[in-house]
């Protein structure tokens, strides 16, 4: 934890230190919103029943960025946020939470994003790639047969995952003020390598279970107001 912390501020303290720089070369600020996880799960099978993904696990994101022009049109930096993935898996014929497995995973995580300005830099549209890492900070866990919500076995999460994120932004008539939306997706699966036969009895741990989802987000980049 402290370990995450520690390279939380050290974000900040990036942030701060450049923003004396040039304002029309780089922007920096803030973004909040919503996050849909929706992990690439499929049918899976506990204590020999059938389980689906359920679709719906809505909660709040959002983060820091910071980005410099590297070249005409083009830009690069690094987002640092939260926001919280997971899934939650209901018997086939049963909407009751009590025989549902959920697992919520509240993550840091950092994207290194690269964007390309179509519009330039005062048209306001940019579409971005990069990778993005996360760390979990704290989980939670509720099995079949119960609707309580416990921490599960450290063992049982994994504890980093890598993957790739895409979208775009739109800066609202030169305002500072955005929206965006983004679509992330880690190639690695939730479950820790030592998950098999720690989680649920019969769950199917040793399967990857991806996770993937998308983020909608205002923002707003300070940037501006260095600007005359």
């Known amino acids: 934890m402290k370990k995450k912390l520690l390279a939380l501020g050290s974000a900040l303290m ?3 230190s450049t923003a004396k720089a040039d304002a029309g070369d780089m922007s920096y600020g803030l973004q909040a919103g919503g996050s849909l996880a929706f992990p690439a799960v499929g049918e899976t099978t506990i204590g020999g029943a059938k389980h689906k993904e ?29 926001n919280r993935i997971g899934l939650n898996l209901e018997k086939e014929g049963s909407t009751e939470a009590k025989d549902a497995y959920s697992l919520r995973i509240h993550t840091l995580n950092a994207a290194i994003p690269v964007a390309f300005l179509p519009m330039g830099r ?4 940019e579409i971005f790639l990069g990778p993005k890492v996360y760390f979990p900070l704290m989980s939670s866990e509720s099995k079949p047969g119960s609707t309580d919500s416990k921490n599960p076995e450290d063992s049982v999460v994994t504890g ?5 994120t895409v979208g775009t932004r739109y800066e609202i008539l030169e305002s500072g003020f955005s929206v965006g939306a983004n679509y992330d997706f880690f190639f690695g699966s939730m479950f820790g390598k030592e998950a098999k036969n720690k989680s649920i009895d019969g769950l199917e741990a040793d399967k990857t ?14 940037s501006r107001l260095m600007e005359e």
């Open 54 to 82: 359920s679709f719906l696990n809505l909660f709040v994101a959002g983060g820091l960025f910071f980005k410099y022009e590297v070249i005409d049109m083009m830009t690069a930096g690094i987002k640092i946020g939260y």
């Open 14 to 16: 990036l942030l701060t």
């Open 160 to 164: 980093f995952n890598i993957g790739a």
């Open 122 to 125: 005062e048209g306001g549209l």
């Open 209 to 222: 279970y991806f996770s993937q989802g998308v983020e909608l987000t205002l923002g707003y980049d300070f």
